[in-house]
């Protein structure tokens, strides 16, 4: 005997359509009304740290105990030199700095970009 395959009558794909259809749209309510997730907010107090301890500018002049420089903002600035601070004026290189020595580097921003204005190298000859 030969079995016959039974066809589904349309009811029942119309009811599976039906309820895929529902199901979509239970589930796209529901996520587009999800909770906002919780942010957290960290605050840190904390105090200041303090200024360095540094002053720049141009050297105008030493007299003596003192050291007048001039800074950036057009003010001048004077300090006073304790008596075992070795003072010496610059003097060009006749010789290359040996590799690897440290060195102060004197740098100035202008338009056309940073232009190198010293280099200052503590050694001997």
Do not use: C, K
Request: net charge negative; aromatic share 4%.
């Amino acid at each position: 005997m030969v079995q016959r395959a039974r066809l589904t009558p349309p009811l029942l794909y119309a009811a599976l359509f039906l309820g895929v259809l529902l199901l979509s749209g239970v589930g796209g309510y529901v996520y587009s009304h999800e909770p906002q997730r919780d942010t957290l907010l960290l605050q840190i107090e904390r105090t200041p740290e303090p200024a360095p301890d540094a002053i720049s500018g141009s050297v105008v002049a030493i007299d003596g105990g003192s050291l007048t420089l001039a800074q950036a903002d057009g003010s001048t600035v004077m300090l006073a030199l304790s008596a075992d601070v070795p003072v010496e004026d610059l003097a060009r290189l006749e010789a290359a700095i040996p590799d690897g020595s440290p060195v102060n580097v004197g740098v100035d921003n202008t338009q056309f970009g940073q232009v190198l204005t010293g280099v200052v190298w503590v050694g001997s000859q």
